[in-house]
């Protein structure tokens, strides 16, 4: 992988495990958050990461700890990623795809197409 790739934001969906990783640099390149909402827009098929505060009850909170360890965020939600599948109807199950998005500095947010 080159440097470049390694460098924008990028998040893995992972069909088998129903899991979502996060990768360091997405988390960083939003302003290292405490919380976080998963955004999905159907029409436009995209995922997008927010960056929120702790007053929104769908936030998911994102320890300290995580932010400086070496492995990335994983998120679990069967519903969730079995969503994802169905609006990305060429996935296949059991599969694994990377997705690289861009940085909205102004929102802090990362947007994905999938």
């Not at 939600?77 to 909205?104: A, P």
Request: aromatic share 6%.
């Amino acid at each position: 992988m080159t440097e470049n790739c390694t460098a924008r934001p990028a998040i893995l969906v992972d069909l088998k495990k129903y899991r979502i990783r996060i990768h360091k640099t997405t988390l960083h390149s939003i302003g290292d958050p405490e919380h976080i909402l998963l955004l999905v827009n159907p029409e436009e098929r995209t995922l997008a990461i927010l960056r929120c505060d702790r007053s929104d009850p769908k936030a998911h909170h994102i320890a300290k700890a995580s932010l400086v360890s070496q492995k990335p965020l994983e998120l679990y939600s069967q519903s969730l990623v079995l969503s994802l599948r169905s609006i990305c109807g060429d996935w296949q199950d059991n599969q694994t795809y990377r997705l690289y998005g861009e940085i909205i500095p102004n929102e802090g947010m990362a947007r994905f197409h999938m």
